[in-house]
């Protein structure tokens, strides 16, 4: 049963176009195919980046910091409370105004003291800005040098300038010794994320980033399977054009680097639009989805791959909304791009400022001729 199972899975029709099959990728005269047990060699390829990530990290990421003058902020610790930290790990970090108000009363801590204890646990969870700049200059150092090696794999090949080319005799099309690794390190470095996920900084579109990384995997892991390979180098090297600049900026934006971070955001952007929601939509896109309609007859292969490719692009719009809104606060001139996805370090100020705003009313009992209905709001998180 589970042969005959696996029989109707891979069947020539439901992944590849009518006419050709899985014989068509057996090697013969000497000429090499992409094989389902290459894909083994990911896993050992993955395991070495989490030890040269490990290495890199303390040898050459901590070093630089210091160079840069990346600091920590001294952080204030929490007092121990069983009560307070029971509730911080089984109910909820950000507790409601109900929630403070009765811990308040079984601690004997007033509300502001209560309110502290919380942010200043919150920000022993954050983590600090040395361990944001080891995660981005390892990623600007691997986005950096793969986008280069891609370059030169793909500089010399007719479908880098001619996209319809992907097609040329598919699937017929020997595996070059320079595609074989430069699916093998991409694909084992998004393995690798998988791995460290979770020890990696946790950024607000989190949930997002694992679908990225899962669609991805599943992306290259497929187009290798049934020999899109032409198309899956193009749309590798398409999404590692942005990235390492998205990582330098970050880089300069620990180290207080201002102007530098500024003006590498502000390429990372044009960049990102250009190659996210330009060339991949329409010319990769039109390569995989569009264009193959006028030599082959759609099979299931065909909609799969070109579903997580618009997967992909959903995710470059989501994107590319939060870059739009970086660049807004950057335009007017404010000091810095901050990284909208990631969380913003508390101060015990913060509360301090909410009880003067609540005690303070701009013009005594009246504000702009009005009288102040309610004042209770406090600073979002």
Not at 123 to 130: A, D, H, I, T, V
Request: positive net charge; hydrophobic residues 45%.
């Amino acid at each position: 049963m589970l042969s005959r199972l696996s029989e109707l899975i891979w069947a020539d029709w439901i992944w590849f176009p009518d006419g050709h099959g899985w014989d068509d990728l057996k090697d013969h005269d000497g000429k090499t195919f992409p094989k389902t047990r290459d894909l083994w060699a990911v896993l050992p390829v993955a395991l070495c980046f989490l030890v040269i990530r490990r290495i890199f990290e303390q040898t050459i990421a901590l070093p630089l910091a210091a160079l840069l003058g990346v600091r920590d902020k001294h952080r204030v610790c929490a007092s121990p409370n069983p009560l307070l930290e029971s509730h911080f790990c089984s109910a909820s970090i950000h507790p409601t105004q109900g929630s403070i108000e009765s811990l308040s009363k079984q601690t004997g801590c007033s509300v502001r003291q209560v309110q502290r204890w919380f942010r200043r646990r919150r920000n022993q969870e954050r983590p600090s800005k040395l361990k944001k700049f080891q995660e981005a200059s390892w990623r600007f150092t691997f986005y950096l040098l793969a986008f280069f090696a891609g370059l030169a794999v793909l500089i010399d090949k007719p479908w880098f300038h001619d996209v319809t080319m992907v097609w040329e005799n598919f699937p017929k099309m020997p595996l070059l010794p320079c595609q074989y690794w430069y699916y093998m390190i991409e694909l084992g470095f998004y393995v690798s994320l998988i791995f460290s996920v979770a020890s990696d900084v946790k950024r607000k579109d989190f949930k997002e980033q694992i679908v990225h990384h899962v669609a991805t995997i599943l992306l290259i892991s497929f187009s290798w399977l049934v020999n899109y390979i032409r198309a899956g180098t193009l749309i590798m090297l398409v999404h590692d054009a942005s990235d390492y600049l998205m990582e330098s900026a970050k880089m300069f934006n620990y180290a207080g680097w201002k102007k530098t971070c500024n003006f590498i955001f502000t390429a990372f952007a044009a960049v990102f639009i250009i190659t996210r929601l330009i060339i991949f939509p329409f010319w990769i896109i039109y390569a995989t989805g569009v264009y193959p309609l006028t030599i082959y007859s759609t099979f299931f292969g065909f909609y799969f791959f070109n579903g997580l490719l618009v997967v992909l692009l959903v995710l470059h719009i989501f994107w590319t909304v939060l870059i739009v809104r970086m660049v807004i606060k950057f335009l007017p001139g404010n000091d810095i791009v901050e990284d909208e996805r990631s969380d913003k370090e508390e101060t015990d100020s913060d509360d301090e400022d909410d009880g003067e705003q609540r005690k303070k009313p701009k013009n005594g009992h009246m504000q702009n001729g009005h009288s102040i209905l309610n004042n209770n709001h406090r600073k979002m998180d």
